[in-house]
């Protein structure tokens, strides 16, 4: 049967390769079709704690029909995440993928901390925080690339990235996009695999000094805009 820390990185789909993701084929189980309605609640672990983990939203502020997860125990590593660049490179506060997930797990929490909250039915949201305010302009966002340098060869993803309408009270620098994943290719060769056609929802705000990435898959704007307002609360 798929463990739950598999299972939790093919709900979150970012894998770096279509085909070799941790969702194969032999990842499902023979006798269980049916896919749970439930979320799945994972231990939170025990992080050292730190003035920035501290004020990050926690177990109590799970959306209704997810579940606190513990976003280290994913997607921690010793590795480094492997070489990559984006293009254009200020786009990178409204991209979330594996190579964003690697860098924010080996960042330490007095710098930046994350929260998760999963379910099974592909259903997930994410916030982190950190100590480096920043934003980006959508207009200037509209198509990203990311070229990642691997030990199988050079994955690129494309991006599309559409601006949606949310309002976030006490921040600053609020933007808000629809992320579209529209091209996998590795050497120059197509490998879209189950990547293609994802979506996902990100918002970047400034809020008292710091920074707020909120991002979601299949989980409704209001109920990402909700949590936002959570952790805007938290730190005022």
């Known amino acids: 049967m798929r463990t739950l820390k598999t299972a939790c990185m093919c709900v979150l789909g970012i894998s770096l390769i279509a085909g070799l993701s941790a969702c194969s084929a032999s990842d499902s189980s023979d006798g269980d079709s049916a896919v749970p309605t439930q979320a799945a609640p994972m231990d939170q672990g025990d992080a050292a704690h730190t003035p920035l983990s501290d004020a990050i939203v ?22 480094e995440p492997s070489p990559a660049t984006l293009d254009p490179e200020q786009c990178a506060p409204l991209i979330f993928d594996s190579n964003t997930a690697a860098a924010w797990a080996t960042t330490p929490l007095d710098q930046k901390t994350v929260a998760m909250y999963s379910g099974f039915d592909q259903q ?37 990235l559409k601006p949606v309408d949310l309002d976030l009270q006490g921040a600053d620098d609020v933007q808000a996009v629809s992320v579209l994943t529209t091209a996998v290719a590795l050497d120059g060769q197509d490998s879209p695999g189950d990547k293609v056609g994802r979506t996902t929802l990100v918002m970047s705000a400034n809020v008292a000094g710091k920074h707020m990435t909120v991002v979601g898959h299949n989980v409704e704007p209001g109920t990402l805009e909700s949590l936002a307002q959570s952790q805007i609360a938290k730190l005022q």
């Open 58 to 79: 926690g177990p109590s502020d799970a959306p209704e029909g997810l579940a606190p997860g513990n976003f280290y125990e994913v997607f921690g590593s010793n590795q």
């Open 124 to 160: 997930w949201a994410i916030v982190e925080l950190d100590l480096e305010p920043r934003s980006a302009d959508p207009a200037q966002c509209q198509t990203v690339t990311r070229s990642d340098n691997t030990q199988i060869g050079n994955i690129t993803t494309t991006y599309q």
